[in-house]
């Protein structure tokens, strides 16, 4: 008999969660498992991707809950919850009050809040075999308190460290979980520092990554064509803080002034306010034509291919699929050094990597932009490499 299993999601938006769970997913063997997919908003590019043996629905109530973010609070938990219910906002009130109180702790008051207010939130009807919170804390807040099931993993994609986060808050959700799967080894030895009782629950699972799948749609995608004849430098990620774009564009900025013919593309989408910000620093320091945003797309695979150089200048991250896709297709890389920097480009042997700030992006892309031997002996050094880890999902397997 097949195993009933619940993934548990936010969208199908173009970003990171979302890719290493299509990959995930259709690596898993439909003749073994009944799967389905919840989200929280049946929303996203990536919706169409979803084998069609997966059971898609939306969740019955309060959904946009969990697209709540520091600028968009108040309208979101007054349309989601006390518009509908007045009352309601006799739970919101005491967390208000300790926010403007004690602005120190705003990310564990509003952590707090999120999951009080999740509490309202209808748990799911149906039994399951295994739940998977795939998505993050949320995810794995909901799946603990929502979602009836026999065994409960969940994914940790990133640096639990950094920022930091309130131990007293994650612990008991953590312990609640039969498993915890971490994207990386570096994640994982994170986690286990920060909560060393929780070591004998984690397990390091990759994501996973079709080298078959990745060359396929790398031949049929839409690529450049704005006829640049110079270097091209591309990067896959949303447009927020953690990415690094506000000290990236400045560094990008002293190579074009120092004579470099080089041009930046970022393809992603992010909150308006924050893109809004991010274009105002294009404009200021004159790059308005060389700091190109593509937006969002389902398949980013031809850009990465026809790019000369992969960038990554995150601040923080878990281990970044869209660096693992760029060694795939033998891009020579650029990262800043985030948690599983050097687990990903091995110390250095498979790309370039440098410190995060203004500095370490000027001085780690002007190595690669000015030596081309650098840049072939790196395009080399990824060809000698097998990167398709199909294999990773016998771990998962083993859990079960």
Same mark, same amino acid.
């Given at each position: 008999?097949?195993?009933?299993?619940?993934?548990?999601?936010?969208?199908?938006?173009?970003?990171?969660?979302?890719?290493?769970?299509?990959?995930?997913?259709?690596?898993?063997?439909?003749?073994?498992?009944?799967?389905?997919?919840?989200?929280?908003?049946?929303?996203?590019?990536?919706?169409?991707?979803?084998?069609?043996?997966?059971?898609?629905?939306?969740?019955?109530?309060?959904?946009?809950?969990?697209?709540?973010?520091?600028?968009?609070?108040?309208?979101?938990?007054?349309?989601?919850?006390?518009?509908?219910?007045?009352?309601?906002?006799?739970?919101?009130?005491?967390?208000?009050?300790?926010?403007?109180?004690?602005?120190?702790?705003?990310?564990?008051?509003?952590?707090?809040?999120?999951?009080?207010?999740?509490?309202?939130?209808?748990?799911?009807?149906?039994?399951?075999?295994?739940?998977?919170?795939?998505?993050?804390?949320?995810?794995?807040?909901?799946?603990?308190?929502?979602?009836s099931a026999d065994k409960k993993i969940t994914w940790l994609h990133f640096d639990y460290s950094f920022p930091k986060r309130d131990?007293?808050?994650?612990?008991?959700?953590?312990?609640?979980?039969?498993?915890?799967?971490?994207?990386?080894?570096?994640?994982?030895?994170?986690?286990?520092?920060?909560?060393?009782?929780?070591?004998?629950?984690?397990?390091?699972?990759?994501?996973?990554?079709?080298? &078959?799948?990745?060359?396929?749609?790398?031949? $049929?995608?839409? =690529?450049?064509?704005?006829? !640049?004849? /110079?270097?091209?430098? @591309?990067?896959?990620?949303?447009?927020?803080?953690?990415?690094?774009?506000?000290?990236?564009?400045?560094?990008?900025?002293?190579?074009?002034?120092?004579?470099?013919?080089?041009?930046?593309?970022?393809?992603?989408?992010?909150?308006?306010?924050?893109?809004?910000?991010?274009?105002?620093?294009?404009?200021?320091?004159?790059?308005?034509?060389?700091?190109?945003?593509?937006?969002?797309?389902?398949?980013?695979?031809?850009?990465?291919?026809?790019?000369?150089?992969?960038?990554?200048?995150?601040?923080?991250?878990?281990?970044?699929?869209?660096?693992?896709?760029?060694?795939?297709?033998?891009?020579?890389?650029?990262?800043?050094?985030?948690?599983?920097?050097?687990?990903?480009? &091995?110390?250095?042997?498979?790309?370039?990597? $440098?410190?995060? =700030?203004?500095?370490?992006? !000027?001085? /780690?892309?002007?190595? @690669?932009?000015?030596?081309?031997?650098?840049?072939?002996?790196?395009?080399?050094?990824?060809?000698?490499?097998?990167?398709?880890n199909e294999s990773e999902i016998e771990k998962f397997y083993a859990l079960l």
């Open positions: 008999m097949k195993k009933k299993i619940l993934f548990i999601g936010i969208t199908m938006n173009c970003a990171g969660s979302e890719k290493s769970f299509l990959s995930f997913v259709n690596t898993l063997d439909p003749e073994r498992f009944d799967v389905d997919l919840v989200l929280a908003k049946r929303e996203g590019l990536f919706l169409s991707q979803i084998p069609e043996w997966v059971n898609v629905f939306e969740m019955e109530k309060y959904g946009e809950h969990f697209l709540l973010s520091g600028k968009n609070a108040v309208s979101n938990i007054w349309n989601t919850f006390i518009k509908k219910n007045p009352l309601n906002a006799l739970t919101v009130l005491p967390y208000f009050i300790k926010l403007v109180l004690n602005p120190k702790n705003r990310e564990s008051c509003a952590t707090k809040m999120w999951i009080r207010l999740m509490k309202k939130m209808p748990k799911l009807d149906k039994k399951y075999d295994i739940a998977v919170s795939y998505w993050g804390d949320r995810t794995m807040f909901y799946m603990i308190d929502k979602v131990n007293d808050i994650y612990l008991p959700y953590f312990e609640k979980c039969d498993a915890i799967v971490n994207v990386s080894t570096a994640v994982d030895d994170a986690l286990k520092r920060e909560l060393p009782s929780l070591e004998k629950k984690c397990v390091v699972i990759e994501n996973i990554n079709s080298t &078959e799948l990745i060359y396929k749609m790398a031949k $049929s995608g839409k =690529g450049f064509d704005d006829g !640049f004849d /110079g270097v091209r430098i @591309l990067t896959v990620g949303r447009i927020a803080d953690q990415k690094g774009y506000d000290f990236a564009i400045p560094a990008f900025a002293r190579l074009r002034r120092e004579g470099h013919n080089v041009r930046w593309y970022v393809l992603g989408g992010g909150d308006k306010d924050y893109v809004d910000y991010i274009k105002s620093i294009v404009q200021k320091e004159g790059v308005e034509n060389d700091f190109v945003f593509l937006g969002t797309t389902s398949n980013p695979y031809t850009y990465l291919a026809e790019c000369d150089i992969y960038a990554q200048p995150s601040r923080y991250e878990g281990k970044p699929i869209s660096v693992e896709e760029a060694k795939i297709l033998r891009k020579p890389i650029f990262v800043c050094r985030y948690l599983s920097a050097e687990e990903q480009l &091995e110390n250095g042997e498979l790309g370039k990597i $440098s410190d995060i =700030g203004e500095n370490g992006v !000027f001085e /780690g892309l002007s190595a @690669l932009v000015s030596d081309k031997k650098l840049c072939e002996s790196y395009s080399e050094k990824l060809g000698e490499r097998n990167f398709s």
